[in-house]
């Protein structure tokens, strides 16, 4: 009989009792599990394996345009497929492990308790980003980025509680009485403030992440957050340089499928978080004295009450290179905005 091609194992996150994690620092033991798809039930924790994105959804996004020849970043070289009609290519195993290590860092940030501030203020990425955050609970700015938000936070706090004032005003009929110019005055301040500090209202303390589509519209927020040590996620085109961030995910950052894609992933993490955040709260209020430390779990000695939280996407399939770049050229008619 020919030889059976081997199955890809997926790296499963385990966490092994969360009463016992909640009084140590945050870790994972990754155990490997084979898998026969990655749809199928996990024979012995009962979970089931999903990858987080599959090379079919990046195609059809059109995350692996990247821009015209003539504008390209060196540092990008590494991130680049090839290149078609001029429009560069960018490599979509690339694309997944980055998604993948910047999923799972905002899956344990937000677990821990972390907070996220989305930020995208281009066109494109307006309505996608909004989404984005919402849907999770997390903080964005989508008009204009207001210098000084991260270092000097305490000053946008104080315009935050004036934006409150403003609204107590304009509720209790206030601003009607006042002389018909200060009521317009203070109404269009009401609104301006409203339209800048709609996303980050309730952040009351500096987030744990920033999450960025194009670098080099956003240079101002990164550099804020790089100077206070705030860990950046961010989209890369081929024209941006990539050690801007830390944790760049190479993709198109002009379509707006391609941001909806990678930014609802990102949010998806959050949410996960979030999920895995209240599992471990009422963990610990159910144990309420602190219990000895845990050992390492290995595949050998099982993990009795094991829950799976998060598989990666190496459990899908691989792609030959010339399936790859079959399909590259299958999806090889660029976008407008990248001509």
Known sequence: MPPQPMTPMPIVCIIPNPSNLWTLPFQCVKLCHAFPAPSQICPTRGEIALAIVTMRELLEAGVHFGHVTRRWHPRMRQFIF???????????????????????????????????????????????????AK???????TTRWLPGTLTNFATIRSRVDYLNELREMERSGLMDVLPKKESVRLRKQLEKLETLLAGIEGMERLPDILYVVD???????????????????????????????????????????????????????????????????????????????????????????????AVSSEAEEEIPPEELARLYEAYSQPPEEKV
């Open 135 to 141: 849907s999770c609970g997390m903080f964005y700015v």
């Open 215 to 309: 670098v080099r519209r956003e240079e101002i927020a990164i550099r804020e957050a790089r100077k206070l040590g705030i860990p950046v996620i961010a989209i890369v085109d081929t024209n941006c340089d990539p050690d801007m961030a830390d944790f760049p995910i190479p993709a198109n950052d002009d379509a707006i499928r391609s941001i909806r894609l990678i930014t609802g992933k990102i949010a998806e993490a959050c949410r996960e978080g979030l999920a895995l955040r209240e599992t471990l709260t009422k963990e610990h209020a159910a144990v309420p004295e602190a219990a000895p430390p845990v050992e390492a779990v290995s595949p050998a000695e099982g993990a009795e009450g094991a829950t799976v939280v």
């Open 82 to 132: 090839g290149q078609r009609q001029d429009i560069y290519i960018i490599d979509l195993h690339k694309t997944l492990a980055q998604l993948e290590q910047a999923y799972n860092f905002v899956r344990d940030t937000v677990a821990r308790g972390g907070t996220v501030l989305f930020v995208g203020t281009k066109r494109q990425a307006q309505e996608p980003v909004e989404e984005a």
